[in-house]
């Protein structure tokens, strides 16, 4: 089914949940804490606990995403993203990048569930990079660059990127979306003519890909 996608402004959510390919599982974010839960409600667990210390502050965990494999969530916090088992084991560090260029990593898995994706500082740059998932843990640079992308006003800074269909993805910076080819090339702005464009402006954030033609809120 052909897709579109939906822009928001003055979002209040960051994607914090998502649910397992076998539907059996919900990944979510509650304060500082990663968990996961059951699909019936039940078996609610803490899979990574915060806070995470570094530079000035304390932060979270948060921003899962599933693959394939049902039994393994993806998630990040500041300069790093990771994956973990949904009960708790196996956690570990798949990619680091340059605090504090990219603040949060947030990564989309592609929907062949074989990439991922994240804006993050290496070498001193930022972008949105991608990175085969059979090839984690590598290094930031190992992830091949689709575009220079700075840092988003709005939705807590990371680039929140959406993987969508015709291997596009939508992300955040300054104050707007833009999209991009996976494979690589300028970024074109979606949402100018909503923002204005100006630092006193509404900001878009938090952007979803959904079917066509399905009705908005």
Same mark, same amino acid.
């Given at each position: 089914m052909a897709t579109a996608v939906i822009t928001v402004s003055l979002a209040i959510g960051c994607g914090a949940r998502t649910v397992a390919p076998d539907r059996r599982t919900v990944a979510?974010? +509650? /304060?500082?804490?990663?968990? #996961? =839960?059951?699909?019936?409600? &039940?078996?609610?667990?803490?899979?990574? !606990?915060?806070?995470?210390?570094?530079?000035?502050?304390?932060?979270?965990?948060?921003?899962?995403?599933?693959?394939?494999?049902?039994?393994?969530?993806?998630?990040?916090?500041?300069?790093?993203?990771?994956?973990?088992?949904?009960?708790?084991?196996?956690?570990?560090?798949?990619? +680091? /990048?340059?605090?504090?260029? #990219? =603040?949060?990593?947030?990564? &989309?898995?592609?929907?062949?569930?074989? !990439?991922?994706?994240?804006?993050?500082?290496?070498?001193?740059?930022?972008?949105?990079?991608?990175?085969?998932?059979?090839?984690?843990?590598a290094g930031c640079e190992t992830g091949?660059?689709?575009?220079?992308?700075?840092?988003?006003?709005?939705?807590?800074e990371s680039n929140d990127p959406a993987w969508g269909p015709g291997d596009r993805i939508v992300f955040q910076q300054d104050r707007d979306l833009y999209v991009v080819d996976a494979a690589g090339g300028v970024a074109r702005n979606l949402t100018a003519a909503l923002t204005g464009g100006d630092a006193s402006s509404a900001g878009a954030a938090y952007p979803a890909w959904v079917p066509l033609g399905a009705p908005l809120p």
């Open positions: 979510y974010a +509650s /304060g500082l804490d990663l968990h #996961a =839960v059951d699909w019936t409600g &039940a078996n609610d667990r803490v899979l990574a !606990r915060g806070p995470y210390a570094r530079g000035c502050c304390d932060w979270g965990y948060g921003h899962p995403a599933f693959a394939r494999d049902p039994n393994t969530v993806y998630f990040a916090t500041v300069d790093h993203f990771e994956s973990v088992g949904i009960d708790g084991t196996h956690r570990r560090t798949l990619v +680091s /990048g340059e605090f504090p260029i #990219a =603040v949060f990593p947030n990564a &989309a898995v592609s929907p062949d569930r074989l !990439r991922i994706a994240a804006g993050i500082g290496c070498r001193g740059t930022q972008s949105l990079r991608v990175w085969s998932l059979a090839a984690l843990p091949a660059v689709v575009t220079a992308a700075h840092a988003s006003i709005e939705g807590n």
